[in-house]
C-alpha cells in the first residue's frame, strides 16, 4: 500500500511550524525529493482508468496548448444514454493525436477520482485546516499549457513523474483575491527564477505569484493541490453573517430620520461592533470555520445500509470523515465538533473520539481498548451513531 505524505513529508527537510512562520503566505519554496516517491499516488494506469471509467464534461476535464483551450468537441463526443441523455466520451484517437501535438491534460478535484490522491487531500485539509482541491496536469512536448499567470490560490505541486519547467516572474499585487477591487498588473522582464521540477520534488507557490509552466519533450505527471487561507475579508464575511441574530443590525436604518437619530444609530452600531469585534475574534472566526467544514463522501456500504451499521465482528476499521474535527471538553461530557454539528458524549468517550481525529483508520480492537472502563458494546454504539451522523465510515 502507497505510503499517503503529510504536510511534514511535503516541506522535508523544514520543520511544519518553521514552514507556517518563514514560507506559508510569502514566498514560493522548493523542496527536492528522491525519484519515485510519489509515483504510487497516481501512476499512468490509474490516469487511464479514470479517463476510460468516469464521464468527465468540460472543463472538468480539457486540453490546453499554447495558453489556448482546444476546443472539446475535438477529442469528445456525446453519447446517448437509456436514462441521462447525452454524456461526454473522450474520444482515443483525437485525444491522443492532440498529445502528442505537445497539449496539456488538465483533469480537476481528481481528489474525488483516486484513492490515494483522495487521501492525501484529506491528510492535508487535517494540516492546513483549510479545504483541499487537487488537479492533475500531464504533458509531453516542448509547448506550455497556459500563458504567465497568477492564480488566487496557494498551492504545492507534487511533480509525479518526469520533469516540468517552471518560470518564476514575481508579485505586482501582494495578496490578491478572486473578487479584487483591481487585477494585478502583467509582470515585465524576464522571470526572476527558471528552473526544472524533477520526479519527486515538491513546490510551494502562494497566491498572487506570476508564474508559466511548459514541457520538456518528455512525459510529466503532477498534481497541483490548491487552498484558499482563511482571510480578513473572509472574517468580515462570517462576522456579517452572524449579525443576522442581532436585532439592532436587522432593523431598517433611519434614512428618512434627522442627522441626530441617524448619528445616534451610527454610534450604537459602532458600540456594538467594538463588543463583538473584542477580545479572541481571529479564534472564533477559524473555530467555527473549522466546524462547518463539510464532511468527506464515504459511506462505508454494505453495513451502513443496515440496522447494525458495522460489521458483527471485531475484525474491521472505522475513519474520522471529518479532517478538521474538534473536541470541546465540558463538565463530565466531551462534545464532537464537527461538518456543521456538535455531539455531545460522556467525558469516557474522549479516548475513542481523540482517536478518531487524525483521520486515518483506526482499528475497533484498538479504539474498544483506549475506552478505559466502558465496555466494546458502549463503543460499538457511540461509533454506530456517528455513522448515522455521516462522520465515520467503515474505512
Request: net charge negative.
Amino acid at each position: 500500500m502507497t505510503e499517503i505524505p503529510g504536510l511534514a513529508d511535503l516541506v522535508a527537510p523544514l520543520e511544519v511550524g518553521q514552514f507556517f512562520a518563514d514560507v506559508l503566505g510569502h514566498a514560493p519554496r522548493r523542496f527536492p525529493g528522491e525519484p519515485g516517491r510519489f509515483a504510487g499516488l497516481l501512476p499512468w494506469p490509474e490516469l487511464d482508468r479514470v479517463l476510460r471509467q468516469h464521464r468527465l464534461e468540460f472543463p472538468r476535464l480539457r486540453l490546453a496548448l499554447d495558453g489556448d483551450v482546444v476546443p472539446a468537441h475535438t477529442y469528445t463526443e456525446m453519447v446517448s444514454t437509456r436514462r441521462n441523455g447525452l454524456v461526454p466520451r473522450v474520444l482515443s484517437a483525437p485525444f491522443a493525436e492532440h498529445l502528442r501535438a505537445g497539449a496539456t491534460l488538465v483533469v480537476d478535484s481528481v481528489n474525488e477520482l483516486v484513492d490515494g490522491v483522495g487521501e492525501l487531500a484529506g491528510r492535508l485539509e487535517h494540516d492546513l485546516r483549510e479545504r483541499i482541491q487537487v488537479n492533475l496536469y500531464a504533458g509531453w512536448g516542448t509547448t506550455h499549457g497556459f500563458d504567465v499567470h497568477w492564480d488566487d490560490h496557494d498551492a504545492f505541486i507534487i511533480q509525479l513523474s518526469g520533469r516540468k519547467r517552471w518560470r518564476l516572474h514575481g508579485v505586482t499585487r501582494r495578496a490578491p483575491l478572486q473578487r479584487d477591487v483591481e487585477l494585478p498588473e502583467r509582470p515585465e522582464g524576464e522571470p526572476y527564477e527558471d528552473f526544472l521540477l524533477e520526479d519527486g520534488d515538491v513546490l510551494y507557490l502562494p497566491r498572487g505569484h506570476w508564474h508559466d509552466v511548459s514541457a520538456v519533450g518528455e512525459e510529466s505527471l503532477h498534481l497541483t493541490i490548491g487552498f484558499n487561507a482563511a482571510t480578513g475579508v473572509d472574517l468580515v464575511a462570517w462576522l456579517a453573517d452572524q449579525l443576522r441574530s442581532d436585532e439592532l443590525f436587522r432593523t431598517d436604518l433611519p434614512r428618512f430620520a434627522g442627522p441626530e437619530a441617524r448619528a445616534e444609530r451610527a454610534a450604537a452600531i459602532r458600540d456594538r461592533l467594538a463588543e463583538l469585534t473584542a477580545g479572541d475574534l481571529v479564534d472564533r472566526f477559524l473555530a467555527d470555520r473549522d466546524a462547518q467544514a463539510p464532511a468527506q463522501t464515504r459511506v462505508g456500504l454494505p453495513w451502513a445500509a443496515t440496522a447494525e451499521l458495522l460489521p458483527p465482528d471485531d475484525d474491521f476499521e472505522v475513519r474520522l470523515l471529518a479532517p478538521r474535527a474538534a473536541l470541546v471538553a465540558g463538565e463530565g461530557t466531551v462534545a464532537l465538533v464537527a461538518a456543521g454539528k456538535r455531539l455531545v458524549f460522556a467525558a469516557p468517550a474522549r479516548p475513542v473520539l481523540a482517536a478518531l481525529l487524525g483521520g486515518a483508520p483506526q482499528a475497533f480492537k484498538v479504539l474498544a481498548d483506549a475506552a478505559v472502563g466502558v465496555d466494546q458494546v458502549t463503543v460499538r454504539a457511540l461509533l454506530g451513531e456517528l455513522v448515522t451522523q455521516g462522520l465515520v465510515a467503515r474505512a
